[in-house]
């Protein structure tokens, strides 16, 4: 019977660095082998480190390894370049244990070779086997077979070992081939040991580990905000939920309590009756799609937070640090938090309204039914759930709402100098000839908006040196020796030099913080917000204001004893 052979290929008897067969091979150290002047060649442009390295895992050598001749591998080379090789299969096992030395050995299952998704291992010569783990400090991943050194030899053991990952060479420095082990706070980047003192000399470095560390307490700050928000956004879906009830529920009441009236009158009423229903399930399913397209929207935001929060948790398992660094910038970002249950419900009797104005029209019967018909029509298309819409987090969402305010000279101050199409007023010593008007301040440096606010609108007004304040207030039982604050028909915001207060009917709220140059107002009329900001870079809430607001409001802006001092309503459109 003839004995059967393993036939090995050509590339498994080839060099890596000049890819041809070896010539005179030479095995060094850490197993692999070269040709003999590929490699004396490789280590002579080494010789300036005094160190020497293996071309393909980089471990290094010191001293330089003596290069002898594998007798061996040269024999079979040999033979290669003839034909194939054909070793006999009681052979096999005997030069298992030889190419052992060379990285080579007998062929694993198909399934532990890398594919093209895989890692492969960096030692393996000819096909590569799947790489299991990766090592940081020799940048080199390996097999299970390969990877046995780092359990066994004693310096190895304190190599740190990964996942295996295929951004290895994202470790080593483009500059000086050196692995980045240190980080650059003042440029934001992974050095190596030779750019502290070279290009990132006197910059603030610290070491990777370090830095990570740093990174990684962020990064929980970070989750704690956003599993915060998750929360916020789940307790404001139950809201929405209970709110859907409360509508069906009060519509459903409406309707059944109109229908009984309804039927006891006369035909016409009825005809009435069935278009007043359908009125109401109309209003009905406008608000419930409303508050549902709420809910969709909410139910969205937490979805993404969730996906952001799982990425963040991801990362925060990275074991390579330089990896964790270089991915930390895109998957931290995140817009600012918004206020805690932003969502408010407010208890109202919704269709109760319609009920009593039928009721009344069944009284009056009739001879009335004209006249008090467009009230009830009215009074369906008024009902509002009022839920708040959500405030405004960046400046881009507040100059969505941007109103254009412009100052009225009948009511300025005689003291006070309008300009730039009366948007900027300035406080002078000299009156300005303004005449006479029952709308005109005369106690304090004072001037009110031409327009009414919107129900939901934002604007800027920015300071001159020493402040001012601005206000909301009614205007039509205003006096003119009225003072923004000091009564129940204003909230004004005074900023001065070193302290801010909040102020509405004589009661003073102190706001906590530095000189505000510039101050945004938001006010959301129907929700009965209202709320002052600091802004510069970001949005910094300074006061918000909860009430109920009865009649249309009006911007006010005050100035203090400084002549030539300003304060200017800033376009923003």
């Known amino acids: 019977m003839a004995q059967k052979g393993v036939e090995l290929d050509r590339e498994s008897f080839s060099c890596s660095i000049c890819l041809d067969l070896l010539k005179v091979p030479v095995t060094i150290p850490c197993g692999h082998s070269y040709c003999m002047r590929c490699v004396k060649n490789f280590w002579d442009e080494e010789d300036q480190k005094r160190v020497h390295s293996c071309p393909q895992c980089r471990q290094t050598f010191t001293p330089r390894p003596v290069l002898v001749k594998n007798v061996m591998l040269a024999g079979l080379v040999e033979q290669l370049k003839l034909r194939p090789v054909l070793v006999k299969s009681t052979e096999l096992a005997a030069l298992n244990e030889q190419l052992k030395l060379t990285g080579l050995g007998a062929a694993p299952p198909d399934q532990s070779y890398a594919g093209p998704e895989d890692v492969a291992c960096d030692v393996c010569s000819g096909r590569k086997l799947k790489a299991t783990k990766s090592c940081l400090v020799c940048l080199v991943s390996y097999c299970e077979k390969h990877l046995q050194p780092h359990y066994d030899v004693a310096r190895l053991k304190k190599h740190q070992l990964v996942e295996p990952s295929k951004q290895l060479h994202e470790n080593i420095c483009s500059l000086h081939d050196e692995v980045m082990k240190m980080f650059c706070r003042s440029d934001q980047q992974s050095v190596c040991y030779v750019c502290t003192v070279d290009e990132h000399k006197g910059h603030d470095i610290v070491s990777a580990a370090a830095e990570r560390k740093e990174k990684q307490k962020e990064l929980e700050v970070r989750r704690e905000g956003i599993q915060q928000r998750i929360q916020d956004g789940e307790k404001d879906l139950v809201l ?47 608000e419930v799609k409303r508050v549902k397209d709420l809910q969709e929207k909410l139910q969205q935001q937490i979805s993404e937070l969730q996906r952001k929060d799982a990425e963040l948790e991801q990362l925060s398992h990275t074991e390579d640090d330089n990896q964790f660094l270089q991915s930390y910038p895109s ?97 002078v010593r000299k009156q300005c000839g303004y005449p006479d008007h029952p709308e005109r301040f005369c106690v304090r440096y004072q001037i009110m908006s031409q327009q009414i606010l919107s129900k939901r609108c934002y604007w800027e007004v920015e300071w001159g040196q020493w402040g001012g304040c601005v206000a909301v207030a009614y205007k039509d039982d205003y006096k003119t020796n009225m003072v923004f604050g000091y009564n129940d028909k204003s909230w004004a915001l005074f900023c001065h030099q070193s302290n ?45 204001v909860q009430t109920t607001f009865t009649k249309p409001l009006y911007a006010g802006i005050r100035l203090y004893l400084m002549f030539g001092d300003t304060a200017e309503i800033c376009k923003l459109t």
């Open 240 to 286: 929405l939920q209970q709110e859907v009830k409360t509508i069906n529920d009060s519509a459903d009441k409406a309707v059944e309590d109109n229908e009984k009236i309804f039927t006891e009158v006369i035909r016409l009423i009825q005809q009435r009756s069935s278009e007043l229903k359908q009125q109401i399930r109309s209003q009905q399913e406008s």
């Open 500 to 544: 801010n207060q909040l102020l509405h009917n004589k009661i003073e709220t102190p706001i906590p913080g530095s000189k505000v140059t510039r101050v945004g107002v938001y006010l959301d009329q129907p929700a009965g917000s209202l709320s002052f900001y600091s802004v510069s870079e970001t949005m910094t809430l300074l006061h918000r």
């Open 331 to 427: 998957l931290s970002a995140l817009s600012e938090p918004k206020d805690p249950s932003s969502i408010t419900v407010r208890p109202l009797r919704y269709f109760e309204d319609v009920t009593a104005a039928v009721s009344e029209l069944g009284e009056k019967l009739q001879d009335v039914l004209r006249d008090k018909w467009t009230n009830i029509s009215l009074r369906v298309t008024e009902v509002d759930v009022l839920l708040s819409e959500p405030e405004p987090r960046t400046r881009n969402d507040f100059l969505k709402y941007s109103q254009e305010i412009t100052l009225d000279p009948n009511t300025a101050h005689k003291n006070l100098f309008l300009s730039e199409v009366n948007r900027k007023v300035t406080l």
